[in-house]
């Protein structure tokens, strides 16, 4: 491989489970199957990744190890972003069973998790970073014009990065997820930046050129938009949702 292809996203190429790395007794390892097989093995042949599944399937807790490997808080941030809640969060015990692969290592990036991201903003705030957010108070603003500082401002040019973000929809409406898709396009497009999103939006998972992996309790698998039930049954509910609600709101057989 040439130097220039190494200097290019992506650079995290591959994660796998290490030598006798699984504690079936112990989280996550009691609660998701797949982890325990010892070929478990995720590869990022792309710039952009998707995880998508069921609530519980595991690309949370997968992301969050992920977040653990390029060494992010478990909160949310960057390397920079250290808080004493950060410490000691059982979810690293996965991120310390993973063997990551990287080509080069790098240490630039942000870990963005809905989950978390409004004790993030208040620490962003108290330490007075709001210039790298746009200007203004991040819980001065409502959350989705907070996430929206965030990606418009911070994460707009950060050079060689990988960007985790854990369901960004979560505050986005469907015409700023549309937004957020033209800022997907200028990271994959630069070549400069990594990143993997877990997500249940449609309308993100139809972003092109993405290798997107299907998360179920038979493991992990790569797979098509087309093919994910997220957009299977939106397509479906939206061309006749009348007929989803009749199914829906119909009352149980008494039998009477």
């Known amino acids: ?7 290019t996203a992506p650079f995290l190429k591959r994660i796998s489970l290490l030598k006798d790395g699984a504690d079936p007794d112990a989280f996550p390892f009691d609660r998701i199957g797949f982890l325990n097989d010892p070929g478990f093995a995720l590869e990022f042949p792309r710039r952009v990744t998707f995880f998508v599944g069921e609530n519980g399937s595991g690309k949370s807790t ?10 992010f808080p478990v909160g949310g941030g960057s390397q920079d972003h250290r808080r ?9 015990r996965l991120a310390e069973a993973l063997r990551p692969e990287w080509l080069p290592r790098v240490r630039s990036g942000f870990f963005l998790s809905a989950e978390s991201f ?11 970073d709001i210039g790298a957010y746009g ?17 418009s401002n911070r994460l707009r040019d950060m050079g060689r990065a ?3 973000m854990d369901e960004p929809e979560a505050a986005l409406s469907p015409s700023r997820q549309l937004a957020f898709l033209a800022l ?24 092109p050129d993405a290798t997107l992996y299907r998360f ?8 098509t938009v087309e093919r994910t039930d997220h957009f299977r049954v939106t397509r479906a509910f939206l061309a006749n949702p009348a007929r989803y609600l009749a199914e829906i709101f119909e009352e149980p057989d008494t039998g009477e």
Do not use: K
């Open 118 to 128: 409004f004790n993030l903003a208040g620490y962003i705030d108290d330490v007075g």
């Open 62 to 71: 997968v992301l969050e190890a992920i977040a653990a490997l390029c060494d």
């Open 84 to 92: 004493p809640a950060d410490e000691g969060d059982r979810r690293s």
């Open 184 to 207: 997907l396009r200028e990271w994959d497009l630069s070549e400069t930046v990594q990143v993997i999103v877990a997500t249940h939006s449609p309308i993100l998972l139809c972003y």
């Open 162 to 164: 990988v960007i985790l």
């Open 216 to 223: 179920d309790e038979d493991g992990i698998v790569e797979t």
């Open 135 to 151: 200007g203004r108070e991040l819980h001065a603003q409502s959350h989705g014009e907070s996430v929206l500082a965030l990606l």
């Open 1 to 7: 491989m040439d130097r220039v292809s190494t200097l």
